[in-house]
């Protein structure tokens, strides 16, 4: 079972990225999946989450209007874009399945002029 991020980087702030998290060797069409990150010397916070079908999706008030969480259950993939990027969204980005507990390796993303 696993889940591999990818898409991070450096971007000045307004800026956007798009994170993927690709699962594989578990059912992914059925599972609720999220997006947390951790920022520097402080805890890992959720960020989003969408149900298996995609149709619910809920996010953290500060991410409101921002960023949006979609699915492409045929490529097992869930993606964040990030729009209108802050200087307090640097973080360590993890893609986290709660069905079977499991956590990608994290991307970073560091927004800085």
């Known amino acids: 079972v696993q889940l591999v991020e990818s898409g991070g980087g450096l971007v000045q702030p307004g800026g956007s990225l798009r994170l993927s998290c690709v699962a594989s060797?578990?059912?992914?069409?059925?599972?609720?999946m999220t997006w947390y990150r951790q920022p520097p010397g402080k805890e890992r916070e959720l960020v989003a989450s969408?149900?298996?079908?995609?149709?619910?999706?809920n996010y953290a008030n500060s991410v409101k209007g921002r960023f949006t969480i979609s699915r492409d259950n045929a490529k097992n993939t869930v993606y964040l874009q990030m729009n209108s990027l802050k200087p307090e969204d640097t973080a360590v980005y993890y893609c986290?399945?709660?069905?079977?507990?499991?956590w990608g390796q994290g991307t970073q993303v560091t927004v800085s002029s």
């Open positions: 986290y399945a709660p069905v079977g507990q499991i």
């Open positions: 060797r578990f059912t992914f069409s059925s599972a609720f």
């Open positions: 969408i149900t298996s079908a995609g149709r619910s999706t």
